[in-house]
């Protein structure tokens, strides 16, 4: 299959250590604790961030949308809300996006999400790249991927029981093939929402549904396979459970087949209690994102930042006191 083999774009050598930032789930709070978690991912200098879903509620009203909506304003207004208050504090930084189950909860749904969402998903760098894989394929998707710095980052989409299909499974195995037969390509991260199956975070993941369960542990053999025999490294990442927890792959479901795995999903959400075989260094009742450290060589050694109460209201003076005292001491179950 010759488009398989295709190379892939050149990617940035970097004889310097380099930064990227990511978290997840932004519903709830997300007004508030997103404009600090902008300001600490630019602070470290970082390359981009990557959020990985549920930016808004949408079945109900987020509680930091303060002036009174009914039901059709804030369906209107969710989406939009999340671009100026969540999007824009990282101002010129680039910002990927995932989508969440949040996203597909109605009256959203992915043709939705496409076109309110096509300036970060049609960037000129993400078209170059989808041509480059398929020079036919001239429609957007909900998952892609790109390459900075010799890793490729690649943005699969888990948010609704009918993931991952044929066709996201198909593109996903031709992405990995070119990144194992590419001397080039050094790392691969995934991002998704839902954490892979097998996880410490199990309870909330693709464990969840029949198809999660199958396509889900598929993608995660090729991602150990590109690991243990293509010695590429390779790290998951995801959120939808909403605490910080490294680890997550270091199960009895997967024995020695250990893939780096991180959930982070700490972007303003209410805040779940951790399972009690959570790994050493889980943490709930925080807010923050995960800053990956990538290496020239490709190792990317990950730390998570926390923001606090005083970061939160420093970026978000405006905001009723009482209200970010709500989401610290409250948003919580």
């Excluded at 250590?17 to 789930?25: E, H, L, R, T, Y």
């Excluded at 978690?37 to 970082?46: K, R, T, W």
């Excluded at 893939?259 to 700490?266: A, E, F, L, N, Y």
Aim: proline share 6%; glycine share 6%.
């Amino acid at each position: 299959m010759a488009l398989a083999l295709a190379a892939p774009l050149a990617a940035q050598n970097s004889p310097s250590p380099w930064k990227f930032a990511v978290s997840g789930d932004s519903r709830n709070c997300g007004d508030i604790v997103m404009p600090a978690i902008a300001a600490g991912v630019l602070h470290d200098g970082a390359g981009l961030y990557w959020h990985l879903g549920d930016f808004r509620a949408i079945y109900t009203f987020d509680e930091d949308l303060v002036k009174p909506l009914n039901i059709i304003t804030y369906e209107t207004t969710a989406w939009p809300d999340f671009i100026a208050h969540q999007l824009t504090p990282f101002g010129n930084l680039p910002v990927y996006l995932t989508p969440g189950n949040h996203e597909t909860i109605p009256p959203a749904t992915r043709e939705a999400y496409l076109l309110q969402f096509s300036d970060w998903l049609s960037t000129p760098e993400l078209r170059r790249q989808r041509l480059a894989d398929d020079p036919t394929d001239h429609a957007l998707h909900t998952y892609y991927h790109w390459v900075s710095h010799n890793i490729d980052f690649i943005a699969l989409d888990n948010a609704s029981h009918d993931e991952f299909d044929k066709a996201q499974l198909d593109w996903f195995h031709a992405v990995l093939e070119r990144d194992e037969a590419s001397d080039a390509i050094r790392a691969i991260v995934v991002g998704t929402h839902a954490a892979l199956p097998g996880s410490f975070g199990g309870d909330h993941s693709m464990d969840d549904w029949a198809l999660g369960k199958t396509s889900g542990r598929d993608v995660y053999e090729a991602l150990w396979h590109a690991q243990n025999s293509a010695h590429k490294h390779v790290y998951v990442l995801a959120s939808h459970s909403h605490f910080y927890m490294p680890d997550v792959y270091r199960t009895a479901a997967w024995k020695d087949k250990v893939v780096p795995g991180w959930i982070v999903g700490t972007a303003g959400a209410v805040r779940y209690r951790l399972p009690k075989d959570a790994p050493i260094g889980s943490m709930t009742d925080v807010y923050g994102y995960l800053l990956g450290t990538a290496s020239p060589d490709g190792a990317i050694d990950f730390a998570f930042q926390k923001v606090t109460i005083d970061d939160l209201k420093r970026v978000s003076p405006d905001r009723p006191e009482a209200l970010v005292r709500w989401c610290v001491e409250q948003n919580k179950q």
